[in-house]
């Protein structure tokens, strides 16, 4: 086994700094060999099969690429729950899980209607649909591929979620029932800010997901606002999670459609990242 370390930092060593090597090395001999840390540690002259050593060198040669390790290893855990991952989705961010963590400390009641805009891996839908097993789940999403991702994770992990293929900037999502709570982690990087962002992203992570126009941030947000002032059932609630550089905006821009209240929310990171916000006088009361 120790040949086999070696060679994956050796070949990694100009790429990445060594704390992050070692992470990718505990992970792919825990991936591939079955190994925790501690019996890695243990069992450094265990010999590795022909098998286990070209899955290694196949694992390593896409990280060299700058592929994203959950993509090389097809999976992650998001809110302790795995999730099949591939570059038709967004890798999950531990930022979402705190969107998550979130609302279910502050759900109202367990048989809730919810929706989830822009589903993707479909990390969002099906914790919720796990973490609250009486509520009503559906998610949408414009990518078919995305969708059958969100579908294999929703077998996965042996929820109900109604998917929907939708362009949420379209009319057919005017014909959405009502829902209890909306949530949404829609494009909001702005194009401008591509250059700030690492190759591993850019290059692998799908820009539908990611990216709105310069001269219009809002975009998708003036959207989900106007759907879930349709939408919302009485004492329901919207959540957002945001671009830091627009929280300000978009929660004016809710105050300024009667959202009351509307919360700014930092991250863990002490960033802007998340709005929960409510409307007095719904204009959908079931």
Not at 46 to 65: D, F
Not at 104 to 131: E, F
Request: charged share 30%; aromatic share 6%; with cysteine.
């Amino acid at each position: 086994m120790n040949e086999t370390v070696t060679y994956i930092k050796d070949t990694l060593q100009t790429l990445y700094p060594p704390d992050e090597i070692r992470s990718l090395t505990r992970w792919i001999m825990e991936y591939v060999c079955g190994l925790p840390l501690h019996e890695q540690i243990l069992r450094k002259d265990r010999q590795l099969s022909g098998t286990e050593k070209t899955r290694i060198r196949e694992m390593v040669q896409r990280l060299e690429q700058s592929e994203p390790l959950q993509y090389v290893l097809g999976e992650v855990l998001f809110h302790g729950l795995p999730f099949e991952v591939n570059p038709s989705v967004l890798i999950p961010r531990p930022e979402t899980e705190e969107l998550v963590a979130h609302i279910l400390r502050t759900a109202s009641r367990p048989d809730m209607r919810i929706l989830d805009i822009g589903t993707g891996s479909g990390c969002i839908a099906v914790t919720l649909a796990k973490r609250l097993p009486g509520a009503s789940v559906m998610a949408v999403d414009i990518s078919e591929a995305a969708l059958d991702t969100a579908k294999r994770n929703a077998r996965r992990n042996r929820v109900a979620v109604c998917f929907r293929q939708m362009d949420i900037l379209s009319e057919a999502a005017s014909a959405l029932p009502p829902f209890d709570l909306i949530v949404s982690n829609p494009p909001y990087v702005k194009e401008s800010e591509k250059a700030l962002m690492e190759r591993n992203v850019l290059d692998f992570e799908p820009r539908q997901a990611l990216f709105v126009p310069d001269d219009d941030p809002l975009l998708f947000y003036r959207r989900i606002t106007g759907l879930a002032r349709e939408k919302l059932a009485k004492n329901g609630s919207l959540h957002l999670e945001i671009n830091e550089a627009c929280g300000a905006l978009a929660a004016q821009m809710l105050r300024d459609e009667g959202f009351r209240p509307v919360e700014l929310l930092r991250d863990l990171s002490g960033k802007d990242r998340f709005i929960e916000a409510r409307i007095p006088n719904p204009a959908c009361r079931p």
